[in-house]
């Protein structure tokens, strides 16, 4: 099983910036990407950014040029670093995981548990 503990959520007014933190613990597995997702008010879950161990990233258009991805590999955390920050960015934001069950020789993706992001003044 692998566990996803998420950090770094909450409130800013527009033009700030956050930084959230997304860690991975468990034991038999590899990370094949990790990524964020949100889901505003009233809306389904979307793509925010994604970061595969290649080093591949990809970005929904509406966070490109504000949003950065980045990775720990050693510590098997992901970040996302926010800057100009605008009230539609408001959203619960969720950590997710593909990885290798090494001991099962499947490919499994979890969530974690969410963390909110209010952009208001």
């Known amino acids: 099983q692998v566990q996803l503990v998420e950090s770094g959520g909450g409130l800013v007014q527009p033009g700030g910036s956050l930084r959230l933190s997304c860690a991975a613990s468990g034991s038999g597995f590899s990370i094949l990407a990790m990524g964020w997702y949100r889901q505003g008010p009233g809306k389904q879950r979307e793509l925010v950014a994604t970061s595969t161990s290649g080093g591949s990233t990809n970005y929904a258009d509406s966070v490109k040029g504000r949003f950065t991805v980045s990775r720990d590999n050693a510590k098997n955390t992901v970040y996302l670093h926010m800057n100009s920050l605008k009230p539609e960015d408001t959203a619960v934001y969720y950590c997710?995981?593909?990885?290798?069950?090494?001991?099962?020789?499947?490919?499994?993706?979890?969530w974690g548990q969410g963390t909110q992001v209010t952009v208001s003044s």
């Open positions: 997710n995981a593909v990885v290798w069950r090494s001991t099962l020789g499947i490919r499994s993706s979890y």
